[in-house]
């Protein structure tokens, strides 16, 4: 069974501070990875993805992946009240043939306070 | 305006029922995903289809039906074999695999299944 962990949280930070998110995945074989946003009773909303070794970086958030350790982070700089929310992590795996599937982490609960 | 959409928003039914939800997309994608998620789970897939007249089970896909005769629609029904049908249902669609690598999902609004 593929599998993608995450620490469920809460992770809380102040206003203004660096918010980091891990992930790791069980998966060698996996090649993309994904970091989705989700509000509370809303549906999930894609932040970043990434698919090479290194960082990326897309306004306040920085995707970082190391696959020889099997991990994914995400770091949200100067974090804002309007981040609080629940952050999955998901990894692709082929389950066969050109069949690509996503499997998701179950999401740690981030809590900016002002 | 190109997404996704779902109806409805909200669905309640009686056990012993069968439901179908709706799922539509614009955004010319050829991929489409059906996941469930319950409270404190991840997302889990139900069924999901890389191309038209094609379709492909997901983890837990006992008690639940698909069709994609169209590119744009990917209706999931619930049926009375399904054991525990309440749960946040989620439609998602994607360019799906090119060059080798597969592309993000983007999610729909989501359907919110009550069975009593």
């Known amino acids: 069974q593929k599998e993608v962990e995450q620490n469920s949280g809460p992770l809380s930070v102040p206003e203004g501070a660096i918010a980091s998110l891990n992930c790791t995945y069980s998966?060698?074989?996996?090649?993309?990875f994904f970091w989705y946003r989700q509000y509370s009773g809303k549906s999930p909303e894609l932040i970043m993805f990434?698919?090479?070794?290194g960082d990326k970086e897309d306004g306040r958030f920085t995707a970082q992946l190391n696959k020889a350790s099997q991990y994914v982070s995400l770091l949200i700089r100067d974090s804002q009240p309007s981040d609080s929310a629940t952050y999955l992590c998901?990894?692709?795996?082929?389950?066969?043939?050109?069949?690509?599937?996503?499997?998701f982490g179950k999401g740690t609960l981030l809590t900016v306070n002002p | 305006d190109g997404g996704i959409t779902q109806s409805p928003k909200y669905l309640f039914r009686k056990e012993g029922q069968n439901v179908t939800l709706s799922c539509e997309q614009n955004?010319?994608?050829?991929?489409m995903y059906w996941y469930r998620q319950d409270p404190g789970q991840g997302l889990r897939l139900i069924y999901y289809?890389?191309?038209?007249?094609?379709?492909q089970k997901g983890d837990i896909a006992e008690g639940y039906s698909v069709s994609r005769e169209k590119k744009e629609s990917f209706p999931l029904t619930v049926t009375s074999a399904q054991k525990n049908p309440t749960a946040f249902y989620l439609c998602?669609?994607?360019?799906?695999?090119?060059?080798?690598?597969?592309?993000?999902?983007?999610f729909g609004p989501g359907t919110r299944l009550t069975v009593t």
């Open positions: 990434i698919y090479s070794n």
């Open positions: 998901a990894a692709t795996y082929n389950s066969g043939g050109s069949n690509y599937k996503l499997t």
């Open positions: 289809s890389q191309i038209v007249n094609d379709f």
């Open positions: 998602a669609s994607s360019i799906g695999l090119a060059g080798g690598r597969a592309y993000e999902q983007y």
């Open positions: 955004l010319n994608h050829d991929a």
């Open positions: 998966d060698r074989g996996s090649q993309s």
